[in-house]
């Protein structure tokens, strides 16, 4: 079973770096597609940043630029680079995985990812 826990949020001020770490359970985790997304309190969840196995990327357009997201497959880890960070980026972080679905697919199809971790808090403000 694909277990998975977010790490690295936090408080920071507007224009500054985070960095979120998602720890993955399972032998073949480097074969799904994984993917941070994101919910602020009165909004819908919205996909962030996924990640093909093959490495292939896709991005919202709110954090094109800002943000990168990575995996490291020996570690079983998926990481997401923020930099430039706004009020906006204000929300709860959550890791996701699915199996089968393309990182374009996974974006905006949030309710179709099979695992799900518990959430890393970031808040931005001064």
């Known amino acids: 079973e694909v277990q998975l826990v977010e790490s690295g949020g936090g408080s920071v001020q507007p224009g500054g770096s985070l960095r979120l770490s998602c720890a993955a359970t399972g032998y073949t985790i480097s074969r799904y597609c994984m993917g941070w997304f994101r919910q602020a309190p009165g909004k819908e969840r919205e996909g962030v940043a996924t990640?093909?196995?093959?490495?292939?990327?896709s991005y919202a357009d709110s954090v094109k630029g800002r943000f990168t997201i990575s995996r490291d497959n020996a570690k079983k880890t998926l990481y997401l680079q923020m930099n430039s960070l706004k009020p906006e980026d204000t929300a709860m972080y959550y890791c996701?995985?699915?199996?089968?679905?393309?990182?374009?697919?996974?974006?905006?199809?949030?309710?179709?990812?099979?695992?799900w971790g518990k959430g890393t808090l970031v808040t931005i403000s001064s």
């Open positions: 990640i093909n196995s093959g490495g292939g990327t």
């Open positions: 996701a995985a699915d199996r089968w679905m393309t990182s374009a697919q996974a974006l905006n199809n949030a309710d179709a990812m099979d695992y």
